[in-house]
């Protein structure tokens, strides 16, 4: 039997007044930035800390704490960074499947593009996006979720 591993999670940010903000890698220019400590990209904090679970290897600020390192870290490096653990421990991505919770910004017209992005960072086709809003109950925050298989190699 492989070696299967499965981790998830969930990154959430407060939407503030700004003029540009990135999920998935992708720059949406609009009327909202995210309040960070980082670049704010929820999805690839998502990811990176879903695949982090998967290893074991506990949570994102375990890797990448509060300093001033990582003060404005472009969220791609962190997720190279941990990409480079995940092939260290000799595992390769099976599946992974998202979810982006906004309710002000209109995530469709771009998923395409995201996943792109994604298939190309993680060299990796088996990737899913989708987006939901929050009707209202959450209309000031971005929420991503992911949930991601790892096999063995």
């Not at 800390?49 to 791609?76: C, T």
């Not at 982006?100 to 469709?108: C, G, P, R, S």
């Not at 990737?127 to 925050?141: L, P, Q, R």
């Amino acid at each position: 039997m492989k070696n299967l591993r499965i981790g998830q999670s969930k990154d959430i940010h407060k939407l503030i007044p700004g003029k540009s903000l990135k999920i998935g890698g992708i720059e949406f220019f609009n009327n909202y930035a995210v309040d960070s400590h980082s670049d704010g990209d929820v999805l690839l904090h998502a990811i990176s800390e879903a695949i982090i679970g998967a290893l074991g290897k506990g949570d994102l600020g375990m890797h990448f704490p509060m300093n001033a390192v990582n003060k404005n870290r472009n969220s791609e490096e962190i997720l190279t960074t941990v990409l480079e653990m995940m092939n260290k421990e000799n595992y390769e991505i099976i599946n992974l499947d998202t979810l982006i919770v906004v309710d002000n910004i209109k995530i469709a017209p771009f998923s395409n593009k995201i996943k792109i992005n994604l298939e190309n960072i993680l060299k990796n086709k088996n990737i899913n996006i989708k987006a939901t809003v929050s009707e209202g109950k959450h209309k000031d925050f971005i929420e991503a979720i992911a949930t991601i298989l790892l096999v063995k190699k």
